[in-house]
């Protein structure tokens, strides 16, 4: 069974900074891709940053220069780095793995819990 832990979300300042962390634990062949996702009530949920199979980044237009996405492979571990944070970025944070569980397997996805970012003005 794999897992997701995310842990970094808190109440912040606007201007200020925060670091997500998500670790994913369990049996894990190949990470297909790994990245962010935020939701705010009544609206769905979005993509923020997120590593593709090919191991590129993309980033939401909206956090574009202020987040960066990285990861230690080691630690199938990804980061999350939010820097001049607006209150409009206040959400839950999810994190969001696919990966397979063997060479020749189709990809399984797996969700965090979550984790509030609240930016005050």
């Known amino acids: 069974q794999v897992q997701l832990v995310e842990s970094g979300g808190g109440l912040v300042q606007a201007g200020g900074s925060l670091r997500l962390s998500c670790a994913a634990s369990g049996s894990i062949f190949r990470t297909n891709t790994m990245g962010w996702y935020r939701q705010v009530p009544g609206k769905q949920r979005e993509l923020v940053a997120g590593f593709t199979t090919g191991g590129s980044t993309n980033y939401a237009d909206s956090v574009k220069g202020r987040f960066t996405i990285s990861r230690d492979n080691a630690e199938n571990t990804v980061y999350l780095q939010m820097n001049s944070l607006k209150p409009e970025d206040t959400a839950v944070y999810y994190c969001?793995?696919?990966?397979?569980?063997?060479?020749?397997?189709?990809?399984?996805?797996?969700w965090g819990q979550g984790t509030l970012v609240i930016v005050s003005s």
């Open positions: 969001h793995l696919d990966y397979s569980t063997g060479p020749y397997l189709s990809g399984r996805e797996v």
